[in-house]
């Protein structure tokens, strides 16, 4: 690895400081779950790092009905995995995350992080889009918030400016009569998924018409993919086999999956129609109960 010069800041101004100080050659490291694999791997090598895991300040979850939830950048997985406020509000959050990685990597890796990573594998990303989640980015000139959506710009590649941090993430209020679901094909749990689907269904008051959906797939494409043809196969239909099929199937066409040493494009297209029917089907059992 190459030398570098170290910070830990203990404020966001102090981090934004060093970013705007080394513009293009400080990175920020947090856990550094993702970011200690690619500097060994020399494919970043950073004059500078700002190690930002002392920003206690950025350590937080909080709810409320008008505001939604609001989780700091620096929460790690496993504290939002055991939170008795997003188990109960946010069960498809709360369950993805028991399914990522080991419990040594979610103790110490952060939300903010695995979603800067930028990885189309990663799980969280998927399950924010189908929440419909905004995050909130900040510089030295200032804040702005971009959706979730569209913060994956390519393979490991997000919008944020080198002088730019992401500070929190914010998921509206769940909706009434909603069901989401996170479902991803593991050959080990906690491995990372060969592909992911998340789900969300809003059913209209009385006749379980579908009134709106989110799909969105992950490992399938450059980036985590919703896949809104795919909706169209459920809003303002009735929820049942086929037209959850018939979502899966136009997920999967839609899909521009990889092959790797994991799993061919082929089988990842296939499973794509898989798991996107299960999750919507899961997603819609929420749905009903709520
Ligand atoms: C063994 C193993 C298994 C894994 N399995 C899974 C899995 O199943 N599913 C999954 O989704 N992930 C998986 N991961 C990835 C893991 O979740 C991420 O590595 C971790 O969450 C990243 O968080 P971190 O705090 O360690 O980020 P770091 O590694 O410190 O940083 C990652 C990137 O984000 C940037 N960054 C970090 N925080 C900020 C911020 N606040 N603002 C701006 N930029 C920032 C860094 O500059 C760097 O580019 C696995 C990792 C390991 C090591």
Redesign the pocket.
Known sequence: MKDFEYFSPGTVEEALSLLSRYKGEA???????????VMRQGLLAPECVVD?KGITALDYMTYDERDGLRIG??TT?RAIEKSPLIQKQFRALSEMERN???IQ?RN???I???L??G?PA???APVLIALDAKLKLKSPSGERIVAMERFSKDMLEVD?EPDE??IEIQVPAPRPRTGVAHEKLMVMQ????IVGAAVSITLKPKDGVCEDARIVISNAASVPLRVIEAEKRLIGKVVNDQSLAEAGEVASAKADPPSDVHASAEYRREMVKVFVKRAAGRAFGIAKRE
């Open positions: 990175k920020i490291i947090a856990g550094g779950q993702s970011m200690l694999v930002v950048a620096l997985h990522l990685a080991t990597t110490w890796g952060t903010g992080g695995n800067c990573h990885d990663g799980d969280p944020l941090m992401l906690g491995d990372a998924g």
